[in-house]
T-cell receptor, first 116, second 116 residues
Framework: GAVVSQHPSWVICKSGTSVKIECRSLDFQATTMFWYRQFPKQSLMLMATSNEGSKATYEQGVEKDKFLINHASLTLSTLTVTSAHPEDSSFYIC????????????FGPGTRLTVT | AQSVTQLGSHVSVSEGALVLLRCNYSSSVPPYLFWYVQYPNQGLQLLLKYTSAATLVKGINGFEAEFKKSETSFHLTKPSAHMSDAAEYFCAVSGPHMEYGNKLVFGAGTILRVKS
């Protein structure tokens, strides 16, 4: 149980284009999903908290106009990297909290984004 | 504010030896504590969690951790290392308090290397 999927698992795009990453909870409903970014050999950096049906809450320093987050249903959240640049290249990981669970998060497999 | 310190960014053990990964937390309110494991280019998998019940917590793959309030520690152990345990391990803290803001706070991670 508590499986989270991400799509795509990796993507290469050209500078200036936009990329959408999907995060789905496959066997549970998630009112809250989280988006993280992980640089090589570093820990996870929380980018934003996504609540179903409401606007995402972004962490300090994260550009909300660049990283668009939509949580349209209890099983789907999307992250769109707009006008991507090489410095946006990173490993993006989403997670979801099971409703009523004791604060643990279940993580997707991650998406490797490379901007050329 | 809450924080997590993982002592030792790299730990190396021989196959069959004891694994000990250290985690100390700083929090003014009772925390929930978690250990996650990450294999290369993958998301995080929950190993175990402490949520104010039994202080000795057993997880998957033979791992366990003990919550010691007096030492503000939650060290992860496994009696006998296996080659497949080589990965990066993250300690994290959260909880049902405003202090945590509904988020997981991660340590910097410890890379475990298992020598044959």
């Amino acid at each position: 149980g508590a499986v989270v999927s991400q799509h795509p698992s990796w993507v290469i795009c050209k500078s200036g284009t936009s990329v959408k990453i999907e995060c789905r909870s496959l066997d549970f409903q998630a009112t809250t999903m989280f988006w993280y970014r992980q640089f090589p050999k570093q820990s996870l950096m929380l980018m934003a908290t996504s609540n179903e049906g409401s606007k995402a809450t972004y962490e300090q320093g994260v550009e909300k106009d660049k990283f668009l987050i939509n949580h349209a249903s209890l099983t789907l959240s999307t992250l769109t990297v707009t006008s991507a640049h090489p410095e946006d290249s990173s490993f993006y990981i989403c997670s979801a909290r099971v409703v009523g669970a004791t604060y643990e998060q279940y993580f997707g497999p991650g998406t490797r984004l490379t901007v050329t | 504010a809450q924080s997590v310190t993982q002592l030792g960014s790299h730990v190396s053990v021989s196959e069959g030896a004891l694994v000990l990964l250290r985690c100390n937390y700083s929090s003014s309110v009772p925390p929930y504590l978690f250990w996650y494991v990450q294999y290369p280019n993958q998301g995080l998998q929950l190993l175990l969690k402490y949520t104010s019940a039994a202080t000795l917590v057993k997880g998957i793959n033979g791992f366990e951790a003990e919550f010691k309030k007096s030492e503000t520690s939650f060290h992860l152990t496994k009696p006998s290392a296996h080659m497949s345990d080589a990965a990066e391990y993250f300690c994290a803290v959260s909880g049902p308090h405003m202090e945590y803001g509904n988020k997981l706070v991660f340590g910097a991670g410890t890379i475990l290397r298992v020598k044959s």
